[in-house]
């Protein structure tokens, strides 16, 4: 059983460690969010996924755009083990096509939604199986922090390793057992992710878009986008706004 809440939240609003009363599955529409539970931080923005069990007392901030959530609400056993926010992968791929759908619920039958839901929470249980319960050695967290801050980056593998101090063939095993992606993949869903946000939540044109999140051009942009997430830029920030 399923069902879906969508939430609006005004400019810079700040909400104190409360508690949900219900498990949900939260999908950042647009806008950003600062959220912390203990020590741990996140910062969640368009496609970004965040799990929340019931019960667990969190800190919410909102940036200066505001933030339009959708989330979804179900009973699924062994989905709400923790609270984790998901920033990319097939879950992040799952939920654009769900934001893409959810904006044309009124020609989409309800059956393709709960779709599109369900195949969401399928990619977060796959992405809670495929976690490492190894921490990454610091070297790597540091190339990790590299890539994710910033996504006009272009150093060759080479180039990363020499900074990490280790050889590129250990560099990109490593990577990938940790971050279940190839360097150049996850420098590609960093990119998608960055754009999402842009397109969701300013009036930039693609054509600026593109160079500012890391793209060659406009095509490129379109062309990597519809790739990773199955719905072309337009649509997507069409569909963010009709939300």
């Known amino acids: 059983m399923l069902s879906f809440l969508d939430s609006s939240y ?20 647009r806008g950003t969010i600062w959220e912390s539970v203990g020590r741990s931080e996140e910062i969640g923005s368009a496609t970004s996924v965040v799990v929340k069990p019931a019960g667990v007392a969190h800190e919410t901030r909102f940036g200066p755009e505001g933030a339009r959530v959708i989330s979804i609400v179900t ?20 939920a654009a096509r769900f934001i893409a ?16 839901a369900w195949r969401l929470l399928e990619a977060l249980e796959n992405h809670a199986a495929r976690a490492d319960s190894t921490r990454p050695p610091h070297w790597l967290r540091r190339i990790h ?38 360097i150049t993949g996850y420098r590609s869903q960093v990119r998608v992710r960055a754009a999402a946000h842009q397109l969701a939540s300013s009036n930039d044109p693609m054509a600026a878009v593109a160079p500012s999140c890391g793209f060659s051009d406009q095509s490129h942009l379109c062309r990597v ?10 649509r997507f920030r069409a569909a963010a706004r009709n939300l």
């Open 10 to 29: 005004d400019p810079g609003r700040h909400m104190p460690s409360h508690e949900d009363r219900v498990s949900r599955v939260s999908i950042v529409v």
């Open 75 to 94: 009973d699924e056993p062994g989905l709400f083990d923790r609270w984790r926010w998901i920033h990319r992968g097939p879950a992040i791929m799952a």
């Open 101 to 116: 759908a959810k904006a044309n619920r009124r020609s989409a039958p309800g059956t393709e939604l709960e779709e599109h």
């Open 145 to 182: 922090e590299l890539l994710h801050d910033d996504p006009e980056r272009t150093d060759s593998v080479a180039a990363l390793a020499l900074q990490a101090g280790v050889h590129p063939v250990h560099l990109t095993r490593a990577f990938r057992r940790h971050y279940h992606a190839s």
């Open 225 to 234: 986008f519809k790739k990773s997430t199955g719905v072309t830029p337009g």
